[in-house]
């Protein structure tokens, strides 16, 4: 039987604050014996051992617990990353560029869950002026309740900014092409918070473009091209001096028929093994479908290109919105661009869009 409160008198094989059973007994062999009647959200019954309780039977009784809200059927099936509520976009209309207010978004938390779910629609969502000192982020992830941090080889605050000697592309002044993050990782970071602390060099204009739109479009003209981006395993290897961490998946990864995560990053390509792993027309076949999807993915004309000031904060699917950067002065007197990247887990994300306060 379902989880009832105080209200509803309570229940011995559920969990009312757990919402989860509290015995795990095998009970196959009962069968109900008398339905009694509806009350509220619940379907009274009972059954043939003498046990009676209630079934829910609308959300309210099956998640709410009969007395707290219950999240949209929207949020829902955009957590779950269903793309038949997502919105593909091949060009940077205003509202795939919408712009948030941060005070608003921190106060009202209807407003951070539109915010949250403005995100998981188009994969992208902004935030102006928020605080701006360094290691704000974390503070900024704090004050929204979505926690716990995510960490990884960069650290829980990852601090981008221009390194004579880098370690990864991400540090230098060069051009940063289109990627997602961390395809090496089993599991790649998902929820991509951004954050400009400071932008006063000539450049480094930050450009986005939407993964999903470009599969879906080779899907629909080019189907052999998809299938081999679907199930051609691409290994990945990142080696600086401090680590070694390597992976072998597909370009893009299904739930069923829907569009689930891509993974791409031209820069850790493990071309070495990849020659090791593929037969010459193989591979010779995947690169075409590959450059397919690059020159979409690089195509000025589906990609949002802003740069950042100060205070500006910017949430990526990772799984789906690939980011990159122009390239940027360096040497001038009294100029930086510093910014600073934390992950969270797409679950924890979730969580704050459908839990009801």
């Known amino acids: 039987s379902s989880g009832i409160n105080a209200e509803y008198g309570g229940s011995d094989c559920f969990g009312g604050t757990s919402n989860q059973p509290l015995h795990t007994n095998d009970y196959t062999n009962i069968k109900i014996s008398h339905v009694e009647g ?25 998640y709410g617990n009969g007395y707290k809200r219950t999240p949209s059927s929207r949020y829902y099936d955009l957590s ?20 948030f207010e941060y005070s608003d978004v921190a106060d009202d938390s209807d407003k951070l869950k539109e915010f949250l779910a403005h995100f998981m629609q188009y994969g992208l969502a902004f935030l102006f002026n928020t605080p701006q000192e360094p290691d704000d982020l974390l503070k900024i992830l704090y004050n929204l309740k979505i926690t716990p941090y ?61 993964t999903f739109s470009a599969v879906k479009h080779i899907r629909d ?8 981006l679907t199930t051609i395993l691409v290994p990945f290897r990142q080696y600086p001096k401090e680590w070694h961490m390597a992976g072998r998946y597909p370009t893009v ?17 493990d071309t070495y093994q990849f020659l090791r792993d593929y037969d010459a027309e193989t591979r010779e076949r995947w690169w075409q479908a590959y450059r397919t999807l690059r020159l979409l ?18 949430l990526i699917d990772n799984w789906r919105v690939q980011h990159g950067r122009n390239a940027f002065s360096v040497g001038g007197a009294g100029g930086r661009r510093a910014m600073e990247v934390a992950y969270i887990e797409w679950s924890h994300v979730q969580n704050r869009l459908l839990k009801m306060e």
């Not at 990353?81 to 560029?97: M, S």
Request: aromatic share 12%; hydrophobic share 35%.
């Open 221 to 228: 003209t080019e189907p052999d091209k998809y299938d081999l």
């Open 80 to 99: 779950l990353r269903k793309n038949a509520v997502q919105t593909f976009w091949d060009t940077p209309t205003n509202e795939v560029i919408k712009r």
């Open 150 to 210: 995510w960490d990884n080889m960069f650290g829980i605050l990852s601090k981008v900014s221009f390194q004579r000697d880098p370690t990864n592309q991400a540090f230098n002044n060069q051009r940063l092409a289109a990627h997602t993050d961390m395809p090496y990782y089993t599991q790649t970071p998902s929820a991509y918070f951004f954050h400009c602390v400071a932008n006063e060099l000539d450049g480094g204009e930050s450009f986005w473009s939407d």
């Open 297 to 314: 993915m690089e195509d000025p004309a589906r990609t949002v290109q802003q740069k950042l000031g100060a205070g500006d904060l910017v």
């Open 253 to 269: 990864e299904l739930m069923g028929d829907d569009i689930y995560r891509v993974r791409d990053c031209c820069f850790v390509i």
């Open 38 to 62: 509806i009350k509220d959200h619940f379907l009274s019954v009972s059954w043939d051992d003498g046990h009676s309780g209630i079934v829910p039977i609308s959300e309210t009784g099956a």
